[in-house]
């Protein structure tokens, strides 16, 4: 079945790199995304990439994959305290699974000063 | 531009009433889907609707339901809440020329 995996926590202090990985189990996934959210809000969509992709940088963020290890990461450079959020990565199979998006249970970034 | 609004923002029900939720989507976005995050059980899907129709439905009982009016705003309807229906109920809109989900900042629904 599909499953995405997230580890719970992570901690860095600010202005270190932030390194958040997911892997996923649905080798048929046309989009891997990856989505932040804040306290008492809703999910904001910070980047994605097509499966067939093995990076994209996006100012601070970068996204690898590794098809062959279904394995995603999400790479904020120079943290700052105001990306302390819960961050989930989904993937989205084709066809009649779109809007489906199975999401990871969601990693807690914590930024210490 | 407006994004995804959801109304209310609060909502608390007692066990066995209903509960409808409403939702209106990015201007031009023709697609709606609904997201249930419980505590403990993540985001899970509950409902797509396109063009008027359901085309797709996560698992979930029938006492979820939904529709989608003329205008693209969609509605969830929950029947005979159960105290487990608690959760963070997300709508997301999404455009056929573009990529992506665009989701609101959700309707906390408490059951007591």
């Known amino acids: 079945g599909e499953d995405v995996e997230q580890s719970l926590f992570l901690s860095v202090r600010e202005g270190d790199s932030s390194v958040i990985n997911c892997t996923y189990t649905?080798?048929?996934?046309?989009?891997l995304y990856w989505y932040k959210q804040e306290p008492g809000a809703g999910l904001q969509l910070l980047t994605y990439i097509f499966s067939n992709m093995d990076m994209k940088q996006d100012q601070r963020l970068t996204v690898l994959l590794n098809k062959k290890d279904k394995h995603l990461s999400l790479r904020i450079a120079d943290t700052q305290t105001g990306d302390s959020a819960i961050y989930f990565c989904?993937?989205?199979?084709?066809?009649?699974?779109?809007?489906?998006?199975?999401f990871g249970k969601g990693t807690k970034l914590s930024v210490k000063p | 531009e407006a994004g995804v609004t959801q109304s209310p923002t609060h909502l608390i029900k007692t066990r066995g009433q209903q509960a409808t939720l409403r939702c209106s989507p990015i201007?031009?976005?023709?697609?709606v889907y609904w997201y249930q995050q419980a505590l403990g059980l993540g985001l899970q899907f509950l409902l797509w609707y396109d063009e008027g129709e359901e085309r797709n439905r996560g698992n979930f009982p029938p006492r979820f339901s939904g529709r989608q009016f003329p205008n693209y705003s969609s509605e969830l309807n929950v029947n005979a809440l159960e105290l487990e229906d608690s959760a963070l109920y997300l709508c997301?809109?999404?455009?056929?020329?573009?990529?992506?989900?665009?989701f609101g900042s959700g309707t906390r629904l408490t059951v007591v």
């Open positions: 201007s031009g976005h023709t697609s």
């Open positions: 989904a993937e989205e199979g084709y066809g009649g699974s779109q809007g489906n998006l199975i």
């Open positions: 997301a809109s999404s455009s056929p020329y573009a990529l992506g989900y665009t």
């Open positions: 649905d080798s048929s996934s046309t989009y």
